[in-house]
């Protein structure tokens, strides 16, 4: 079945540190892929998304580029700020129609002023 | 309303008693997802509704748990003769049709002693 793997946290940076949290996943067909963002005592929000290889995602400064060759969707961000404090989760669904999100495991990111 | 809604935001319950979490989705939005988080397990489907009828159960763990929606509305989800095991946050998601962005509520924590 479907499945993400992204590292494990935490992962505590410096303000204006760079960040990347790494995703791979395996799917049959050509997935979506998703990031979504849990702030403390917030609900799951979604970050970005790409719905076909190649695509780039970007929001709030953060990009993901979905590499079908690598089965990956790395996310990135230049310069982080203590805002960005959160629990990252990678996901995809099945297609651009699917339905059911599968997650990663989340990784919690810090950042320290 | 303005977002998805759910409740109770905290339920402690005694091993073996039933428990119902609500969730109120986004007016208008056709598809309703339950999602639940526990520590080392991640975030895992549970079920997916489309109106009223649930075309993927596939990631209810067990018998125990049942969920409904009525009106195309609000779905209730419950869980017979709690155990231990089933301490998690519980999350519930919804969009206007599958395949579109899904919003989550802010999740119902669920802790059986």
């Known amino acids: 079945g479907d499945s993400v793997t992204q590292m494990e946290g935490p992962v505590t940076l410096s303000e204006e540190a760079f960040l990347t949290i790494n995703c791979t996943y395996t799917a049959t067909g050509y997935p979506s892929l998703f990031w979504y963002v849990q702030y403390p005592g917030e609900g799951l929000q979604l970050l970005l998304k790409?719905?076909?290889?190649?695509d780039k995602g970007s929001n709030k400064g953060f990009e993901a580029t979905y590499r079908k060759e690598t089965t990956s969707f790395h996310l990135e961000k230049g310069s982080v700020q203590v805002s960005d404090s959160a629990v990252y989760f990678c996901a995809l669904t099945p297609g651009a129609a699917g339905n059911k999100l599968t997650f990663g495991g989340g990784t919690r990111v810090l950042v320290k002023p | 309303g303005a977002g998805v809604s759910q409740s109770p935001s905290n339920k402690v319950t005694e091993k073996g008693k039933d428990v119902e979490l609500r969730c109120d989705p986004i007016?208008?939005?056709?598809?309703l997802y339950w999602y639940r988080q526990s520590l080392g397990q991640g975030l895992e489907f549970l079920i997916y509704f489309q109106g009223n009828s649930a075309p993927d159960k596939s990631g209810l763990p067990s018998d125990r748990f049942s969920a409904e929606r009525t009106g195309g509305s609000v779905s209730t989800l419950t869980i017979q003769r709690t155990q231990q095991e089933d301490s998690a946050v519980y999350l519930c998601?919804?969009?206007?049709?599958?395949?579109?962005?899904?919003?989550f509520g802010q999740g119902t924590r669920l802790t059986v002693v």
């Open positions: 998601a919804s969009s206007a049709n599958q395949g579109a962005r899904a919003f």
């Open positions: 007016s208008g939005h056709t598809a």
């Open positions: 790409a719905t076909k290889a190649d």
